[in-house]
């Protein structure tokens, strides 16, 4: 079947520059993508999220860019701190599949201080 | 706050043991979740539940049944451990409605059979 995935499984940032994840999904009838973070010992936190409807939406220090023409999703993180080390998972769902979340295999960031 | 509580945080089953994993929120979601959680495969999606006393499959069934018997539970049920069911497993669950929204997760249950 169509899956999500992450572009890099790993990603190193150094503390206060600018980090961009990256996802790639490849069913054309998903509609809605969520970023979630999962920091060690804990259960995916959700970030953001945007509708197929849209092409960016940010929030607190966060932007999700969505290009529907490449099917292409990105996470940016502004400012990168200590406590954005974590995977990070896209997700997609699209109507008429229940509201099941397809999740990619994660992106793991650490940030170097 | 918004809370998806499981019920133990770390396991250790014998192979062939019949195990439970439950999940309590207490957002009144009428969709809960169960993933399972392993190196490099992602999120996977065992079952899922969209209302009380209802079921359905997610991408990896096999080897686990559920039940959800009131709104604000959904329990995860290995029939028979084994080995390759050492994995982290994930509840879930999220509002029901026309549009898709965000699921809440639990903290996860680790889960080693031996």
Known sequence: GESVGLHLPTLSVQEGDNSIINCAYSNSASDYFIWYKQESGKGPQFIIDIRSNMDKRQGQRVTVLLNKTVKHLSLQIAATQPGDSAVYFCAESFFSNDYKLSFGAGTTVTVRA | ?114
């Open chain 2, 1 to 114: 706050d918004v809370k998806v509580t499981q019920s133990s945080r770390y396991l250790v089953k014998r192979t062939g043991e019949k195990v439970f994993l439950e999940c309590v929120q207490d957002m009144d979601h009428e969709n809960m979740f169960w993933y399972r959680q392993d190196p490099g495969l992602g999120l996977r999606l065992i079952y899922f539940s969209y209302d009380v006393k209802m079921k359905e499959k997610g991408d990896i069934p096999e080897g686990y049944s559920v039940s959800r018997e009131k709104k604000e539970r959904f329990s995860l049920i290995l029939e028979s451990a084994s080995t390759n069911q050492t994995s982290m497993y994930l509840c879930a669950s999220s509002l029901a409605g026309i549009m898709n929204t965000e699921a809440f997760f639990g903290q996860g249950t680790r889960l080693t059979v031996v």
